[in-house]
């Protein structure tokens, strides 16, 4: 998982890993970053479409001066598009792309709330009877009754640049 790790004391004495970690919803499934990727949570900003581009990454906004992507991690996971929300936020992460540390804004459904989850709780995904690529998600957690989605950004982002930069083929 992440590095954003600490140690919190149990009451015999040892201590269990957590990772803090940011939840939000995407197409009615909640999904979480790891907290320490998270740079801001913004209100819909105005977007400004960019020609030629794929769907994932269609758009581009103004972050603090800087002009960044905007995806829409939905489309990695199969889903529809969906109209935006009065809920609807864009979570501000940064990641490394080819070495390089880069801002990205993600669309979100809704933003829930930053909590910690044991890290001995996440679980790969399972090899069968899941409908998303098993290489986008890095681990699934158990929280009470639901499941929490831990997308590997890495691969998804690494994904769709692989496919922005694959030669066009002809007929």
């Known amino acids: 998982m992440s590095e954003a790790l600490r140690k919190t004391p149990t009451p ?73 929300t009065i809920d609807s936020r864009i979570i501000v992460i940064q990641l490394d792309i080819e070495g390089e540390p880069t801002l990205i804004g993600v669309r979100t459904d809704k933003v829930h709330e930053v909590t910690t989850l044991a890290k001995s709780a996440g679980e790969p995904p399972p090899s069968v009877g899941m409908r998303w690529r098993p290489d986008f998600i890095e681990c699934l957690v158990r929280r009470d009754s639901e499941f929490i989605i831990i997308p590997n950004l890495q691969a998804i982002f690494s994904a769709q640049h692989e496919r922005n930069t694959a030669p066009a083929h002809s007929a």
Do not use: H, W, Y
């Open 12 to 84: 015999n004495g040892g201590t269990v890993d957590e990772i803090e970690i940011l939840t939000f919803d995407l197409g009615g499934e909640t999904f979480a970053f790891d907290a320490i990727i998270v740079q801001e949570i913004l209100d819909l900003l105005p977007e400004t479409a960019v020609p030629g581009s794929r769907p994932f990454v269609a758009s581009v906004i103004n972050f603090r001066g800087k002009v960044i992507p905007l995806a829409d991690i939905r489309l990695a996971f199969g889903m529809d598009a969906t109209k935006t």
